[in-house]
Nanobody, 124 residues
Framework: QVQLVESGGGLVQTGGSLRLSCATSGRTFSGYVMGWFRQAPGKERAFVAAITWSSTNTYYSDSVKGRFTISRDNAKNTMYLQMNSLKPEDTAVYFC?????????????????WGQGTQVTVSS
């Protein structure tokens, strides 16, 4: 079992920045592919970014590419999402997830473990 806890969400103005953290506990963190997803009101949970266990590979959705940066610190069992140049359309609950399959990092069902989410609100 892997437990995931997100933090760092909040209210920010358009153009601002936030850094989300995902702290893990339980089984070895370093073996997992980690991802961020988000869910806006009335919408499906959507892929944001993913990172392999070694940080060698990262993958981003087109909507956040160039603005968001995913990273991880295996020594601290923590993953991060640095979000810059935030827009109102980035408003959502952000979830971190852990999985073992890098073949399809954008697919929700490939992730076995999920956090409870943290709210990000970007005001215009």
């Amino acid at each position: 079992q892997v437990q995931l806890v997100e933090s760092g969400g909040g209210l920010v103005q358009t153009g601002g920045s936030l850094r989300l953290s995902c702290a893990t506990s339980g089984r070895t963190f370093s073996g997992y592919v980690m991802g961020w997803f988000r869910q806006a009101p009335g919408k499906e949970r959507a892929f944001v970014a993913a990172i392999t266990w070694s940080s060698t590979n990262t993958y981003y959705s087109d909507s956040v590419k160039g603005r968001f940066t995913i990273s991880r610190d295996n020594a601290k069992n923590t993953m991060y999402l640095q979000m810059n140049s935030l827009k109102p359309e980035d408003t959502a609950v952000y979830f971190c997830a852990a999985g073992t399959n890098w073949d399809s990092p954008t697919i929700k069902s490939k992730y076995a473990y999920w956090g409870q989410g943290t709210q990000v609100t970007v005001s215009s």
